[in-house]
């Protein structure tokens, strides 16, 4: 019998396309060497062209679900995706509180690809309350971290990436990895921040079309790497190169976006096609 891989808890809403959500942070999770645990925060009605409903979970389900598994499995990170309520958001932050050494990936989910909304103001305030301070990182895309950032005086169109960066930060995690997909540069640039300022920017070349589940891929690869014990830094560069390459190689099996390929190491021998693919 061998020893198990690095586990992973991931805190997630079903997508029953498989292209994001829970199903995405299973795929990455194990296409990285790590071994998946799920808690499923709300069942959504999706396919590859939106969001059709959703069911969030009730917040006693969602303790009941991290308990029961956390009381059998040691964990070596914690991956938070879609929230759905400020109940579901103070169960999970009570539970990671009894677990301070543990590494927090924060993905702050808002919106869908195609911009269903999945939080409102309030939720978004419950998650900077009660969730940043326990994070080891958060990685908003660039209109999540300013939407964010932004309070009743500000000009969204004057803030820039730098200042919601600072204001995240206030709230207490590590570093903030911010998404530069949406912004309109030649590449997608990606800029890590701590307190001290911008740790590290990557820039990777952008790719065409649009993704379903990127972001959930990129935070989950943080996780996977942080779980395997490599530095925040390091997490992040090797996390980038992993959800570029699912990109790279992704499909379209549906009528709407493209899917991450997160096992493309495995079809590594056949040649390469060009798909249409985009950044992250």
Known sequence: MSLPPPIVLSFAASDPSGGAGIQADILTLAGMGCHPLTVLTAV???????VEDIFVMDAEWVTDQARTVLQD??????????????????AIAEIISDYPDIPLVLDPVLASGRGDTFANEEVIAAMREMLFPQATIV?????EARRIALDDEDDPEILDLKQSADRLLQWGCGYVLIKGAHENTPEVINVLYDASGMVRSDAW???PGSF?????????????SLAHGMSITDSVYEAQDFTWHTLKGG???????YIPDRFFWIESENPEEETGDAGY
């Open 44 to 50: 959504t009605v999706q396919d590859t062209t939106g």
């Open 73 to 90: 499995m040691p964990v070596q990170a914690f991956k938070i995706g879609m929230l759905g309520s400020v109940e579901i958001i103070s």
């Open 139 to 143: 990685t908003p895309n660039s209109m």
């Open 205 to 207: 070349p952008r790719l």
């Open 212 to 224: 379903h589940g990127s972001g959930c891929t990129l935070s989950s690869a943080i996780a996977a």
């Open 251 to 257: 499909f379209r099996p549906g009528m709407g976006q």
